[in-house]
């Protein structure tokens, strides 16, 4: 581990951990996760921005200076169900942009408590629809619930019989709102930066009282038979190990090819660190040639 993430993970448990975990206001956290965005995350050069309508859910496309086309990644940003947007997220999936030259976009989704589950699903497959048969097709990923998001819309696309991504990708998904795996409490102290001790109250305003342990909610319950490649991610010390590698061998057991990369004591959802640490920029140049596989299948 890099002297950087060591530092950022001392910073992160001396004062974003205790935030997380004392928080009582969503908006009030939504305000603060976006300003941190412009002030600390910075796009690549020449990045251009576009805001787009997906069927009336509102999106935000990168489109990297140097474009080659081929397919879209379709992104869905983490937060805990209750936090963040297209713009908190833009500048690290920029760079995912940049080293594959392809256009990423960003898209919006309900947050809870205002709008609970299944409310990001159903805009996430919203917006998903009409994406259309984009040419060379679809990348889809996200970080943390976004990665779980993005899980239960993979399960959702094949339920329905749409045109599947070519692959799919999560950073620390979010698979299991059971928190029933061993991680979740025996990682609770090593995790830099997840509060453990508030999954009660997030499950509480994002089911708002439906079952865990729907897929569509606990995409490590769903169903992936016919599923394209995945690339997966966690560190050992996050709470969300097991969310990671459960989902992992679910997905193994139903035929589907999967890439799980467990690294060491590194942040939650740590690609997400671009310009801070160097661990980003590797797993963000991994995924990037996992990608490329996929762009010439």
């Known amino acids: 581990?890099?002297?950087?993430?060591?530092?950022?993970?001392?910073?992160l448990r001396r004062f974003e951990k205790p935030r997380l975990a004392r928080a009582e206001d969503p908006v009030k956290l939504r305000r603060q996760m976006e300003l941190s965005a412009r002030i600390f995350l910075r796009a690549p050069r020449g990045t251009r921005f576009d805001r787009i309508d997906l069927s009336g859910i509102?999106?935000?496309?990168?489109?990297?200076?140097?474009h080659s086309g081929g397919p879209v990644i379709f992104y869905l940003h983490g937060g805990g169900f209750i936090l963040g947007s297209p713009h908190t997220h833009r500048a690290p999936v920029a760079h995912l942009a940049a080293l594959t030259g392809l256009r990423a976009i960003l898209?919006?989704?309900?947050?809870?408590?205002?709008?609970?589950?299944?409310?990001?699903?159903?805009?996430?497959?919203?917006?998903?629809?009409?994406?259309?048969d984009p040419p060379g097709g679809v990348i889809l990923g996200g970080d943390s619930a976004g990665g779980g998001l993005a899980l239960a819309l993979l399960a959702r696309i094949l339920a329905e019989g749409l045109r599947p991504p070519l692959g799919t990708f999560g950073f620390s998904p979010f698979t299991d709102l059971t928190f029933s795996g061993a991680?979740?409490?025996?990682?609770?102290?090593?995790?830099?930066m997840l509060p453990a001790q508030r999954a009660a109250d997030l499950a509480r305003m994002y089911l708002n009282g439906a079952d865990p342990r729907d897929p569509r909610a606990s995409p490590l319950f769903a169903d992936f038979t016919g599923a394209g490649p995945v690339w997966i991610t966690a560190a050992r010390t996050e709470i969300l190990l097991d969310d990671a590698r459960r989902i992992a061998d679910r997905l193994m057991a139903q035929g589907v090819d999967v890439t799980c990369v467990i690294e060491g004591d590194l942040p939650h959802a740590w690609p997400m660190f671009q310009g801070y640490i160097p661990e980003a920029r590797q797993s963000m140049v991994e995924l990037a040639a996992w990608i490329s596989t996929l762009s010439r299948l």
């Not at 898209?107 to 259309?132: K, N």
């Open 183 to 192: 991680s979740f409490t025996a990682n609770a102290k090593a995790d830099p």
């Open 1 to 11: 581990m890099s002297r950087r993430a060591r530092l950022l993970n001392a910073w």
């Open 107 to 132: 898209t919006r989704y309900r947050l809870a408590p205002e709008a609970p589950f299944p409310a990001a699903l159903e805009d996430a497959m919203q917006a998903y629809r009409a994406l259309g």
């Open 58 to 66: 509102e999106a935000v496309q990168a489109v990297p200076r140097r």
